[in-house]
């Protein structure tokens, strides 16, 4: 028999346990509640609703008073009043009139409904009708009659439901006539005070203080937790789009955005001087704005400046701070880290025009992106795509010059002095530094690379092929020469003066200036006969050479030599090269003989190689090693590869793919891109390393705002199959974009202003008035546009293609009162076609670029036209040249050769230009004749009746009629233009 | 301080921390009577009562205490994954100490021909309202609040968007596979992945069929069986839970050893520098190539095999394993020898390994076959 009380352990004590066990649970399920319903988000919600009641009590005190001041809503409300009080004088029984109101009201109610309620039981009624007299049912009778019961009672009722809706209708009716004039004057009044009205409603909706009892209940209890299910103050606000996938590499996700759970005010213009997150976007009319071309909806926020948008922590997010301060402040604010987890953070605010990319990746600029522009341009320019590949650059031509014939222009001596330090003779060259670099300035190394460069020399001349320089076949003068390089367009590229010391801010502007290189001390680097040569034909020494032909005169090209000739750089001069040190030069050797050999075959090889061999052996490997021929023309290294890291997605790159090595810094893509463009070999520091295996990147000497925007450029090289819209592919952006390459890869910028950009040739033109033509400053200042390369706006517009392609192909006199020349490129077919298409996509004219307007006249027309066009009316041969007439005053005032217009001019544009020249080129001296204001007024009213748009109509048909002998345009005006023209009209 | 560390760095490098384990682990667990006279000598034993539990459980307290000073262990200890791995340490010693308490209890019972303390508990009935009822609603109770407030206070450790070209580094297996992961590093995939797994399912069935000791059924006991004991708590202390540890703890990026106070760094290279039996033989003893033929060049491997194999058991049933032949009979005498040197095969191989350097005993990777 079991004992009942026999026990293993002591309840009570087990109570206790339980007891206190049981506290513990609920203490940590309501910890747990607590935890899931406390989220950073919701108190800067919290926050922005505070900030967004003050923000609306503000404007709504502001149109209160507005409102107050305004006399009409004063008046309005005066009228109001009195209305009213009329209207309780005109309607004594107006309270009675409500009461039966109400009560007809019930009635109706009822009486509607009852009459629903049946006609349901009629359409039952009818159902079990058919059913029962189809089959015919024994009880059909019985349905027959309850049927046709049910429908006179509906029949009834219906009429019953009717007159109570009179009843009602008449006396609202009554109600109404007298309370007409109330109600009008309420809704004038509304519609005056309708924004504040608009404001209350607002506040009403998130201001407790503004709302009744009950709704102050239900906002509490809407965010209280678990209730919080249903509609809550406080959720989280996303983006989902749809368009925009997120590669999760093993497949996509539509791309969420959480940002605006915090960042509230973002599309609020009202905010524009708040604190983060609450902060306004900087500019609304660009991004994030509904009506912008980049709206929230469509793009939202991380699609551009990256980071995790689905987050809505803090750190989570993948913020990124824009310098360190902000850096400390967050850490002070939110614990601030770098997430790892996301490969994607957020771009630092230096590098957020990076994500234009991700769209724009099909242009190579993007407008108004202006330091991505600038990293971009400097790319180009510094020739990075040389050695890294970049598709988009991979049809380039080598940036730097052609060595295949060294031997005629330069001395061994001074090509050894270039190599080794290239800023000495020339501090603003493009041309990097590879020696004396942080990982090869120890007197060990400097040594070495002494042999090494004189290796490279000796090679480059061993191969050098010859160029037999011209002699100068007239005696040049300096200062003529330094006259016909500043006015004839030598400075749109090029500099002629020693560089500062102190380095300006880089802009676009300064690489146009510096296109070329800076031509100072040309005396210490060649011949006056080599300079000579190159100017009369630099395709004769370069083949691939972007160099023009700029038609010079032996005379003058002869006065440039002998101008450049006097330069020298002493500094350089004095600088002594090294002989060759056998034993350096021997172990040069064998560590390359040692690659694909044993120690004692490359021994023995190198007892018998003489000391040309051995320079001519090591020449040739380190040029490959260092990739010289990345930029250069090389003879013997045509088609080798270039040595970089491809380029082309590098912003796309893990960050484990980058090796940070000893040297500590962020392990952030663009902190390794800065490190590494502001001292490319810095990640060998702590390294032990033979001499082949360093890191060989050169040092451009770049400042941190060209590190900034390189840097920009590269995060910006990023793989796109995320993103389906691309606009770039449509096609007139594909052509501007083509356009727009050779532009840059021509430096037409340089004396033309081309999309708004450019002109920077006009610098040097007001030099040159100032220096040779003798006029005073500020006078310079306002004709040097008269004086300068024309701005190229509406060129699709304006000229005939053909004659566009015949023009850049060989460029004719269209301003001779210009000393800048245009000059001959010897473009390809491939470019000229592709100019030519940029020009008319610019101004959205479509191929074939052709415009079919009848200019033919009849002879009594032309005579009409020649009136209009004399000094009686238009004068307009006073400044244009018309074949060889050159019409009088100073050059300045001059306008283009009217013989051209013919081939050269649409003749729709000339009646648009004619109309109002300001509007296609602002600024021109093209007087306006026809004043736009008023247009019906502007030209002469007793020529054909003072209809202006047939005198524009003349004028222009008149034009057309020009050529060479103006004597001769009269015969020739009087056949029809062309058969094939279509009429005008 | 320092040299505290550095020397705990040192000592943790398995070539010395596992000898040291095994050969502690003999007189901690004596498996025949020789070790056994020893554990007595030395009062090893001592450990399975209050005192040494509170001995064992003050020295983990300290050690971790300790250790939670230093920056790298701290990271490594407190990651979300490690968490319950910390635990586990904790729970393995605790339990260890409980049983082998009631075993060594026990064993002094008998030893003075009293009955066991389980045997004096009534057979027939067991307490179940309110005793087991109450205490096990309060256990349900006590394990919810643990969960509750362990998920609270440490966040799911979730890590990126899975990308096939960069993997992680180290990869590691949940934990519950480190040990077979361990294994990777001595034997190739087909044994140490495919052979060895299914051996250990095979031979932890077989165990009711080879262990036909009566003793020590329904009490705790050590050494009424301290055969079975010690070489099942050899393989599952030494070959698993510790295996485990080391694979969490000790092994960082490149799979290389790292103390528990050191810095896992990636860029920490470890000479490789393995040899394969047939070169030990062939080009370091006979100083002479390896033979073309296949078959002449891993001879050898075949022969160790062989004799580990083949001969083994016969030279053990004759000598160590007399009785055991004797109480078994030769075909469960066979199986038990197998399973129990395909068992000993990988703390061999890794007391090779670190010894010799010695890669593989039978290598063919022309046919992927290599032991």
């Known amino acids: 028999m079991p004992n009942p009380d026999e026990r293993h352990y002591n309840p009570k004590k087990l109570t206790v346990l339980f007891a206190i066990s049981s506290v513990l649970l609920l203490g940590s399920v309501v910890w747990m509640l607590l935890d899931d319903y406390i989220r950073p988000w919701k ?231 708040a604190a983060q997150p609450f902060k306004t976007h900087p500019n609304l009319d660009l991004y994030v704005g509904k009506d912008s071309p980049h709206s929230m909806e469509e793009l939202g926020c991380t699609v551009c400046h990256g980071g995790r948008g689905r987050s809505t922590s803090f750190n989570g997010a993948a913020h990124t701070p824009a310098d360190e301060e902000q850096k400390k402040q967050w850490q002070k604010d939110y614990n601030w880290h770098r997430f790892e987890l996301w490969e994607e953070p957020m771009l630092p605010l230096k590098y957020v025009e990076a994500g234009c990319f991700k769209c724009h990746s ?19 320019t510094a020739g990075c795509y040389g050695c890294h590949l970049i598709d988009k650059y991979a049809d380039w031509p080598k940036p730097g010059p052609n060595l295949q014939h060294i031997k005629s222009k330069l001395s061994k001596e001074w090509a050894f002095k270039w190599v080794k330090n290239p800023h000495a003779f020339r501090s603003d060259t493009w041309m990097p530094a590879f020696f004396g670099q942080t990982n090869n300035n120890d007197p060990e190394s400097i040594q070495r690379s002494d042999q090494e460069i004189l290796a490279m020399v000796h090679y480059l001349f061993e191969n050098s092929t010859e160029y037999e320089s011209r002699a100068l076949p007239v005696k040049g003068d300096a200062s003529r020469g330094e006259e016909v390089v500043e006015s004839v367009g030598c400075m749109a590229c090029h500099e002629a003066h020693p560089a500062p010391t102190e380095k300006e801010q880089l802009t676009r502007e300064h690489l146009r200036q510096e296109f070329g290189p800076n031509l100072f001390g040309l005396g210490s680097k060649t011949s006056k006969e080599w300079i000579f040569s190159w100017l009369k034909d630099p395709k004769s020494y370069h083949k691939a050479t972007r160099m023009p032909n700029l038609r010079l005169t032996d005379q003058e090209a002869a006065d440039i030599a002998e101008y450049l000739y006097q330069n020298r750089v002493s500094d350089f001069e004095g600088q002594t090269v090294p002989a060759v040190d056998l034993t350096v030069l021997d172990k040069i050797v064998s560590d390359h003989l040692i690659k694909n050999q044993t120690h004692d075959q490359a021994k023995q090889k190198l007892t018998m190689m003489t000391q040309d061999e051995k320079l001519h052996f090591a020449g040739q490997k380190l040029i490959q090693h260092y990739g010289c021929y990345g930029c250069h023309n090389i003879s013997g290294f045509e088609s080798i590869k270039p040595i970089g890291t491809e380029l082309t997605y590098e912003g796309s790159k893990n960050i484990h793919n980058l090796d940070f090595a000893f040297i500590h810094i962020d392990h952030t893509k663009w902190a390794f891109f800065d490190q590494k463009l502001k001292d490319p070999r810095i990640f060998d520091k702590g390294k032990v390393k033979l001499p082949d295996e360093k890191l060989k990147m050169p040092n451009y000497y770049l400042s941190q705002n060209e590190v900034d925007a390189i840097v920009t450029a590269i995060l910006g090289f990023v793989e796109t199959h995320t993103i389906e819209k691309n606009k770039s592919e449509d096609p007139r952006a594909q052509t501007i974009n083509e356009g727009q390459r050779i532009v840059r890869q021509f430096n037409c910028q340089g004396c033309h202003i081309i999309e708004g950009e450019g002109g920077t040739i006009q610098e040097s033109v007001q030099q040159w008035l100032v220096d040779y033509d003798g006029r005073a400053e500020n006078e310079a200042q306002a004709m040097v546009n008269s004086f300068s390369p ?167 048909n008149y034009l057309m009629t020009l050529t060479d002998k103006p004597s001769s345009a009269k015969q020739e005006a009087a056949p029809p233009a062309s058969a094939q023209e279509a009429p005008q009209k | 301080m320092e040299a505290v560390k550095h020397f705990i760095n040192h000592i943790t490098n398995p070539q010395i921390l596992f ?45 971790f205490g300790f250790g939670l000073t230093d920056p790298n262990f701290r990271t490594i200890m407190t990651k979300p994954d490690n968490v319950p791995i910390v ?66 206070g440490l966040k799911a450790p ?19 596979f480190l040990g077979l992961q361990e294994m990777l590093v001595y034997f190739d995939p087909w044994l140490a992945g495919v052979v060895f797994p299914t051996v250990i399912i095979l031979g932890m069935m077989s165990i009711p069929f080879l262990d036909n000791n009566p003793k020590g059924t329904g009490y705790y006991s050590f050494e009424q069986r301290k055969m079975a004991v010690s070489i099942f708590m050899f393989f599952w202390l030494v070959l698993w839970v510790f295996l485990i540890i ?39 003893g006979l100083k002479r190539s390896l033979p073309a033929n296949i078959l002449l060049r891993e001879m050898w491997g075949f022969l160790v095999l062989f004799i580990y194999f083949g001969l083994m058991p016969l030279i053990l049933a004759k000598t160590l394993l007399k009785d055991i032949y004797k109480s078994l009979g030769p075909l469960r005498y066979s199986i038990f020898t197998v399973l129990l040197l395909m068992a000993s095969g990988l703390p061999l191989k890794m007391f090779l390994r670190w010894a010799f350097n010695l890669k593989y005993i039978v290598a063919i990777p022309e046919f992927f076959f290599n032991i």
């Not at chain 1, 415009?851 to 032309?862: A, G, L, N, R």
């Not at chain 1, 020649?866 to 006073?878: R, V």
């Open chain 1, 43 to 273: 108190d800067t919600q919290r926050e922005f609703r505070a900030l967004e009641i003050e923000n609306t009590r503000i404007q709504f005190d502001a149109e209160n008073t507005a409102l107050e001041k305004d006399s009409e809503y004063q008046k309005l409300s005066q009228q109001l009043e009195e209305a009213q009080k009329k209207f309780k004088r005109d309607c004594p029984d107006y309270s009675n009139i409500e009461k039966k109101i109400a009560e007809l009201k019930a009635a109706d109610d009822l009486a509607q409904q009852q009459y629903k309620f049946t006609k349901a039981e009629l359409d039952a009624a009818k159902y079990r009708f058919e059913e029962a007299s189809t089959h015919q049912a024994p009880d059909l009778k019985q349905v027959t009659q309850e049927y046709e019961h049910l429908e006179q009672q509906v029949n009834e009722l219906m009429l019953k439901a009717e007159a109570s809706q009179q009843r009602l209708s008449d006396q609202n009716n009554r109600l109404n006539s007298c309370q007409e004039q109330v109600k009008q004057l309420e809704r004038q009044s509304r519609q005056i005070s309708s924004r504040r009205d608009l404001l209350m409603r607002k506040l009403s909706g998130i201001d407790p203080n503004e709302m009744n009892f009950t709704n102050r209940i239900a906002t509490m209890v809407r965010d209280l937790p678990i209730l919080d299910l249903a509609n809550p103050n406080y959720k989280i606000e996303q983006i989902v789009l749809k368009d925009i996938h997120e590669d999760v590499n093993f497949m996509t996700v539509p791309k969420v955005d959480r940002c605006i759970s915090c960042h509230l005010g973002i599309s609020d213009p009202d905010y524009k001087n």
């Open chain 1, 790 to 956: 024309p701005n190229l706006i509406g060129e699709g517009q304006k000229v005939h293609a053909q004659w566009l392609f015949e023009f850049l192909h060989k460029p004719t006199t269209i301003r001779p009162w210009l000393k800048v020349r245009m000059p001959s490129y010897e473009f390809n077919g491939e470019h000229l076609n592709t100019l030519v298409k940029y020009f008319n996509a610019l101004d959205n004219s479509e191929f074939p670029f052709v415009e079919e307007i009848d200019t033919s006249m009849t002879p009594e027309q032309f005579q009409l036209a020649e009136k209009l066009f004399s000094k009686d009316y238009f004068g307009c041969a006073s400044c244009h040249i018309v074949g060889n007439q050159i019409p009088g005053g100073s050059p300045d005032s001059w306008a283009p050769n009217f013989a051209l217009s013919k081939t050269r001019l649409k003749p729709g544009w000339i009646s648009e230009w004619i109309k109002n020249p300001q509007k296609h080129l602002p600024g021109t001296k093209m007087p306006t004749y026809f004043d736009p204001a008023n247009f019906e007024s502007a030209g002469p009213e007793d020529l054909l009746n003072g209809d202006e748009n047939e005198q524009i109509r003349y004028l222009r």
């Open chain 2, 87 to 152: 635990g586990l340490i904790f729970l393995v010693s605790f339990f260890l100490w409980f049983a082998m308490k009631q075993a060594s209890e026990n064993d002094a019972r008998i030893a003075n021909n009293q009955p066991s303390k389980e045997a004096e508990d009534s057979k027939e009935k067991v307490l179940v309202w309110p005793d087991l009822v109450y205490i096990e609603l309060i256990c349900l109770i006590l394990c919810s609040i643990l969960l509750i407030v362990w998920s609270v």
């Open chain 2, 246 to 284: 080391v694979g969490t703890f000790l092994r960082g990026p490149n799979w290389n050893f790292f103390g528990p106070f050191e810095v896992w760094d990636i860029h920490k290279l470890e000479a490789l520098t393995n040899v394969n039996l047939s070169e030990f033989i062939y080009m370091i």
């Open chain 2, 19 to 63: 000898p040291t384990l095994v050969v502690l682990y003999l007189f901690v667990f004596p498996f025949n009577d020789f070790f056994l006279k020893i554990n007595k000598k030395l009062r090893i034993y001592k450990l399975w009562t209050n005192g040494g539990g509170l001995a064992i459980m003050l020295f983990l307290l300290l050690f």
């Open chain 2, 158 to 176: 979730l890590e990126e968007p899975a990308n096939p070209s960069v993997s992680p580094n180290p990869s590691k297996a949940p934990w519950y």
């Open chain 1, 362 to 380: 099909g242009q190579s600029t993007v407008k108004g992106a202006e330091k991505l522009n600038l990293g971009v341009q400097i790319i180009e």
